[in-house]
């Protein structure tokens, strides 16, 4: 997918001629209880998603009391025990595990867990000194810039190189909840590539699933979305988010996809090849041409034949125009090298 590097996420990595990675963002989603989070884990699962990934901020270290965020993260804090059971549980079923940490104290403990790579949410690309710390950690920072323009992100992208990382990647997003169609710019992710030279990919804050197939024809790597038992549910991400039918549905949506934008490379498979020789035409004699006439757009055409009648192919013309023929030619016969004089044309 897009871009100049390969990074590494847990068990995987992220880049050029490596698997999309599907993360499902429980986020917040188990709204404070452990056993609803192991349930979604164990969903996310059976969907096929590659990794999960939880936010973990200390409301009273994040957010000024009586603001919606600390009310809503204060009701959903999973501590460091909850935390690491849910990352053990996620490894055991294959899938790699990271959550998002919005202070140093939160840090360190989720640090101590090995997370896949750490996240720099939208919200927190402004927080240098944050992303300079989790940056010294020389994990990958996986880091979305669902709020920032490109001096934002240059400033973001520039703090987590001065702590000596190089080991990063970069979501397009849009931090609507839920983003409208046109409102998400998949076309910024190549831009946000080409400018850093990092993998690149999408966090989905829209409705259903289309926009993350389209985002790996746009050359995403990773694909981020929100995940819920029940979308319907009030608060929270749930409006955003995908149950376990439609989580499963846009990992067969991103693979049908990933399938479909193949390689980067333009090569011919065997069977392009094989089609190549019932369809590509060949110089062949266009009426019956006597031994010792000189070919021309007269003579000659340019046709499709049987396979096992093929001769050469138009691309010769330039250098055969004009060349006389050493034997008489039936009309319809291709015309091979050895049925001319050799030498310049018309000597």
Known sequence: MTGHKTVAFGTRSLGQDNPVAVIAEIGINHEGDAEECMRLIRD????????IKLQTL????????????HDLFSR?????EDTAAAFRLARSLGMDALTTCGDLATLAWVEALNPAAHKISSGL???LPLIAATAATKRTLIMS???SDLPQVTQAVGAARAAGNENLCLLQCTSIYPAEPEMLNLA?????AETFGVPCGFSDHSIGQDAAALAVAAGACVIEKHFSSDPSRPGFDHRLSVDAEGLAALV???RRAEAIMGSAAKSRSAEQVQAGTRYFRSIVARRDIDAGEVLSLENVGFMRTLPQQRGAEPARWE????????RPLRRYQAIRPEDLEQGEPGK
């Open 44 to 51: 996310a699962a059976r969907a096929g998603a590659d990794a």
């Open 145 to 147: 810039t669902g709020m």
């Open 252 to 254: 067969t949506a991103v």
């Open 188 to 192: 910024a992710i190549r831009i946000l």
């Open 319 to 326: 250098q055969w125009c004009g060349r006389r023929t050493l």
């Open 58 to 69: 200390d409301a009273d270290e994040n957010y000024v009391p009586g603001t919606e965020s």
């Open 125 to 127: 690309l402004t927080h």
């Open 76 to 80: 959903a804090w999973l501590g460091p």
